[in-house]
């Protein structure tokens, strides 16, 4: 791989990400601000042109009240506490950096601050009225000043610093002082850049015509002259029917941040391109009109193979093979698609912003998704001081339909995943669910019943009404023997639902980061048009809307807690903030009656002892020790927030970034005592193919070098040694 001169590092299966540094970027600042985040919910194709009149704007809103009134698990009352709940959302989705209003422009919208219930209810939009022509006037006035501050060189010679977390930052009293935001913000874009190209120049290896400071500096303005200039044109072509969906989905989301508005166009998109598959790596993004996300990668692709590409990532440039990277900020989901994609075998290069602010770049090479690689699948795990076998079930998600030829079911898949471990006499099972983000209520229930005869495993509450026991029916066990579940920051929804319900039977030990990702509740799409019997204005769109909440079988919920594990591990992630709790407005976390449960397949024993064994071969452990470290380190450089804007300062910390992210290069490697093979049953199935035995090879060195995993294994030698001396007394 060849790296950036930003700092990259490796991305492992534990989600190590072992030599990023903390490091701003174009894309990771405020720019929900003014209209960015008008397009989040327009991720495919533009919205209709035609602007909707006043009278259907008023059935909009009176239909979403009354939806998310009669529909919503945990309604709230639109009053001036709301109303207010309302504005502040909305001012921080238009402006989340400050850098475009001012706190005179502020003041005239304040008076609107406890009107919002009543004008919503009139169906009357005054504030809003008068939001966008204040954006409209900013947005201008901040072109024209980025345009002049770019058309000069820039100075960095002056000592200066540049704050950039608008919650740290009060509204600029005035335009001389936003003006200077918008000179430090460009003085950091052109900054960067320029840094970065020193770096590249400086390099050893470097071949070429090296350039002068001065030229670099002038090419760098023009290119952020230009990202800005297509970032400005797609905010300005907002129309009022884009505007008006943030205005809308700032009152949704002060119910929840999972509820929203659709508009028949974009209800149709979701319909029709839900996915944004981008063909050739096998990923899904969406797009909020500013930046790309990654939501998803798809099993068996060749992101998915890669092990580096992962959901929550951020794409900032786009390059083919060697040649230069594009900035792909501000651009339409399908001109990203486009450039992402290409032919079978040729190299795409992305440059992509992690959870944690750190910036790499990653090369992947199209190919064909593999959907067989999205099915659950087996190994056998030992290692050579005991031979013990143990059994390894991946499952990437709870699919069901999965594929045209027929699987339907990963409980079922699971099952005969399981029969082939019992065959192989296996003393114990590890589940990994980690980064598995849900799925099939039906087959989380099914799966849990593998390993119980019997009972309930997690309540689902509508409003008003007494819990939904779901629960397996089957007293069959197909498997009795000692469970270990793998979890992560990014197990959610039916993941978390299994590791809670062997966690409450004490049928399993639950093993992970420090928690799963803590999102307990159900979406619905509901027709607004069931509101209005007035043809003239339909269609009025769509709102999905929260309508349950999980609750696990003691009566506790996923939401926001999500599942704690019991031997909780090392992890890059474990100090970086990525679960529900991040978003605003979440459902609150409550309880609720628990339901009888018990069951006699296994039962978990001597935690506290497997729990102090584990931390102290952790605490042993040098791997872990820098594993632990290097988390400390990228949550420190998280929480940083300023800059330096001087020349020199900015290289020094820069360079001393990447002096401490060079500390933990390579930190995963094979581990020696770990020993995995495939499953007999398996072998045939792998060999018939050249193409399967390179991507089983390339799937068993992946785990060889899991150290997650391999403690995971330790755990269960020792579940394994203890049962069995239980056994002799």
Not at 187 to 194: D, N, P, W
Not at 330 to 342: N, P, Q, S, T
Not at 567 to 590: C, F, K, M, T
Request: aromatic content about 8%.
């Amino acid at each position: 791989m060849m790296y950036s001169s930003r700092p990259e590092g490796l991305s492992d299966t534990d989600q190590l990400i072992s030599d990023m540094k903390w490091k701003p970027s174009l894309l990771f600042f405020s720019f929900l601000g003014v209209l960015g985040i008008v397009f989040f919910l327009n991720q495919f194709t533009p919205a209709p042109k035609a602007k909707p009149g006043p009278e259907k704007e008023a059935k909009i809103m009176q239909a979403i009240l009354f939806g998310l009134e009669r529909y919503h698990f945990e309604p709230k009352v639109v009053d001036d506490r709301f109303s207010r709940q309302t504005f502040n959302l909305y001012l921080k989705n238009i402006d989340g950096g400050k850098r475009f209003l001012t706190l005179s422009d502020v003041d005239q919208l304040k008076p609107y601050e406890l009107q919002l219930d009543d004008q919503a209810h009139a169906g009357t939009f005054e504030f809003f009225d008068r939001s966008v022509g204040l954006l409209e006037a900013s947005l201008t006035k901040t072109q024209g000043w980025y345009r002049e501050i770019l058309a000069a060189p820039i100075d960095f010679s002056k000592n200066e610093s540049f704050e950039t977390d608008g919650d740290k930052l009060s509204w600029a009293k005035d335009d001389a002082e936003l003006r200077s935001r918008w000179e430090k913000w460009m003085k950091y874009e052109v900054l960067s850049r320029v840094n970065d190209e020193l770096n590249t120049q400086e390099k050893p290896e470097y071949v070429g015509e090296k350039k002068s400071f001065e030229t670099i500096e002038t090419e760098t303005r023009k290119k952020v002259l230009d990202i800005y200039d297509r970032w400005f044109k797609r905010m300005q072509k907002a129309d009022r029917n884009r505007r008006l969906e943030l205005y809308l989905n700032a009152f949704i989301n002060v119910f929840d941040p999972h509820s929203g508005y659709f508009s028949p166009q974009e209800k149709a998109d979701f319909d029709v391109k839900m996915s944004g598959k981008l063909e050739g790596i096998g990923a899904r993004l969406q797009s909020d009109g500013e930046k790309t996300t990654v939501t998803e990668i798809v099993p068996g692709g060749p992101a998915w193979k890669m092990n580096e590409l992962e959901a929550k990532d951020i794409i900032l440039k786009v390059a083919q093979g060697d040649a230069e990277a594009v900035d792909v900020m501000g651009l339409e989901i399908d001109d990203v698609v486009a450039k992402i994609r290409g032919p079978k075998g040729t190299t795409v290069k992305l440059t992509i912003q992690k959870p944690d602010g750190s910036v790499k770049v990653i090369s992947i090479v199209r190919d064909v998704v593999i959907t067989e690689e999205a099915l659950a699948k087996s190994l056998l795990l030992d290692t050579k001081d005991n031979s013990d076998k143990v059994g390894y079930i991946y499952l990437p998600k709870f699919y069901a339909d999965f594929t045209a030829e027929g699987v339907t079911s990963c409980a079922d898949d699971v099952a005969k995943e399981v029969e082939k471990l019992k065959r192989e006499n296996v003393k114990g099972i590890i589940l990994d669910l980690r980064n598995n983000g849900g799925g099939s209520l039906r087959d989380v229930v099914r799966m849990s019943g593998l390993f119980i005869e019997q009972g309930p495993i997690v309540q689902v509450k509508s409003r008003n009404r007494q819990p939904d026991i779901n629960a397996d029916s089957d007293p069959r066990v197909q498997y009795g023997g000692p469970l270990i579940v793998m979890v992560n920051g990014f197990s959610a929804s039916a993941s978390e639902i299994l590791a809670a319900a062997m966690q409450d039977y004490g049928r399993a030990v639950i093993v992970g980061t420090s928690g799963t990702y803590g999102k307990g509740t159900v979406q619905r799409f509901w027709d607004l048009d069931m509101a209005s019997n007035d043809p003239t204005v339909k269609p009025l769109g769509e709102m999905k809307v929260t309508i349950q909440k999980f609750y696990r079988i003691t009566g506790k919920t996923t939401q926001l807690d999500g599942v704690k594990p019991d031997i909780v591990l090392p992890d890059s992630y474990n100090y970086v903030d990525l679960g529900e709790r991040e978003n605003d407005h979440p459902l609150d976390a409550n309880t609720i009656a628990p339901v009888p449960f018990a069951q006699d397949a296994y039962q978990v024993a001597n935690l506290g002892k497997l729990q102090e064994k584990s931390a102290s071969r952790v605490k042993a452990d040098p791997i872990m020790k820098k594993i632990e470290e290097n988390a400390q380190r990228l949550r420190r450089q998280k929480d940083q927030s300023k800059y330096p804007l001087q020349l020199e300062a900015y290289r020094a910390w820069d360079k001393k970034l990447e002096e401490e992210a060079s500390q933990f290069e390579k930190m995963l490697q094979p581990i020696e005592v770990f020993q995995i093979t495939n499953p007999k049953a398996d072998m045939a199935h792998i060999q018939s193919d050249t193409s399967r035995v390179t991507r089983n090879d390339s799937w068993l060195k992946e785990r060889k070098k899991d150290i997650q995993l391999y403690e995971a294994l330790r755990i269960m030698q020792d579940m394994i040694r203890m049962d069995a001396l239980a056994s002799k007394k």
